[in-house]
């Protein structure tokens, strides 16, 4: 019998040790990650950022957003929801010009009550979810009317498509176990008909109600990160499951396990409004280098951003106190890692003239909001 060589030897030992940090990488660690969050470091080091440019949503009569519910950024334009105001979806693009709106009606492709959409980027089709006709329009990226279809007994707060296949739905849904408890399920998985659907295991007592979370879901390189309300943990989509990946916490802010349990949604907030709790987050991105946190404590929004290298948590609030930037609303990130945001005019105005930086920016305090590029460097 021959005795292996040296060099073969070598390459089985390294094959293994492919095999081992592939095997390592696509499932995660049975134990959660837990960040930690100082809300009162006043000694953070500050995130190096990069302000790239800032620049005007075309305000016109046609094109005028009351509020921006969810924005998304896709084939170099802005997808805007106004679900509040002018209950208008909006296409705009990589310079701000106004493209086209979906029309309001209750005819054949036009919408009453838009509250949600996902982009399928594989075939370039939107849903875009009508609350009040309870039904599912799709529509091409000009927002062409393609078809629609009603749903029976939904609620959607937010969409987003797995993959083309596959969707993971944000919504208030009860569900009674055979012992006759009540919970209410805030996530469930369903085909693309909307007709297969498997709830997935967070459940919620049944005194509390499913907040309204703007960007619950991140899905980056195929993997599925999102967070749920009322309570601390960011999961992971594997395997059709969810797992909690990571867990967050806020020191004397942080709810107790027992206060999350008893107390209602009213009495929760209640407590965040008086800011002596609260970080519960509401809004997630997870790039390659980044995991960005939303929160709110009191009544300021603070944008945790942690580097996946250093295990250090950073806060873009500080860079917005330090007048390196003006303060926006996250909505996500491109494909070259340039973060997009919105400011709304009000704050811009304040900016211009804390830091001297886009004077040549004319802003009135009617305009649409105005987008924010910017970069962070790795950490």
């Excluded at 919620?204 to 601390?232: C, G, H, M, R």
Aim: charged share 25%; aromatic share 12%; net charge positive.
């Amino acid at each position: 019998m021959r005795t292996p060589s040296l060099a073969v030897i070598i390459t089985l030992v390294l094959f293994t040790m492919l095999q081992a940090c592939t095997s390592k990488k696509s499932e995660p660690s049975q134990y959660p990650e837990v960040i930690k969050i100082d809300v009162d470091d006043k000694d953070r080091d500050l995130l190096k950022i990069s302000l790239d440019d800032v620049f005007p949503l075309e305000t016109s009569q046609t094109s005028l957003l009351g509020y921006v519910s969810k924005a998304r950024y896709f084939n170099n334009r802005f997808y805007i929801l106004d679900n509040l105001r002018s209950e208008s979806f909006f296409v705009f693009d990589k310079r701000g010009d106004f493209i086209t709106k979906t029309i309001k009606g209750k005819g054949p492709g036009e919408i009453s009550d838009p509250f949600a959409f996902t982009i399928i980027k594989e075939d370039s089709v939107i849903f875009l979810y009508d609350q009040r006709k309870r039904a599912i329009h799709f529509y091409d990226l000009d927002l062409n009317h393609l078809r629609s279809k009603r749903l029976v007994d939904e609620y959607i707060l937010d969409i987003d498509n797995i993959n083309r296949d596959s969707f993971l739905i944000y919504h208030n849904a009860v569900s009674t176990s055979s012992q006759g408890v009540i919970s209410v399920v805030p996530y469930t998985l369903c085909d693309k008909g909307f007709t297969k659907k498997e709830h997935l295991g967070i459940r919620l007592p049944s005194n509390k109600t499913v907040q309204s979370l703007y960007s619950p879901v991140s899905i980056e390189n195929d993997e599925v990160f999102f967070v749920a309300p009322w309570n601390y943990n960011i999961y992971q989509l594997f395997e059709g499951k969810e797992r909690v990946r990571y867990s967050l916490d806020y020191g004397k802010y942080q709810f107790s396990s027992k206060e999350l349990e008893t107390l209602t949604s009213p009495d929760l907030w209640y407590h965040i409004k008086q800011g002596n709790r609260g970080g519960l987050p509401y809004s997630l991105f997870r790039t390659d280098d980044f995991l960005i946190i939303i929160t709110r404590i009191e009544d300021r929004i603070l944008t945790y951003i942690r580097s996946n290298k250093s295990k250090k948590v950073f806060c873009l609030n500080d860079c917005i106190d330090a007048n390196l930037m003006p303060d926006c609303k996250i909505w996500g990130v491109k494909p070259d890692g340039t973060f997009y945001g919105m400011v709304e005019p009000t704050q811009l105005i304040k900016y211009q003239k804390s830091s001297g930086q886009y004077k040549n920016l004319k802003v009135s305090e009617n305009d649409n909001p105005y987008v924010v590029l910017f970069k962070i460097r790795k950490r």
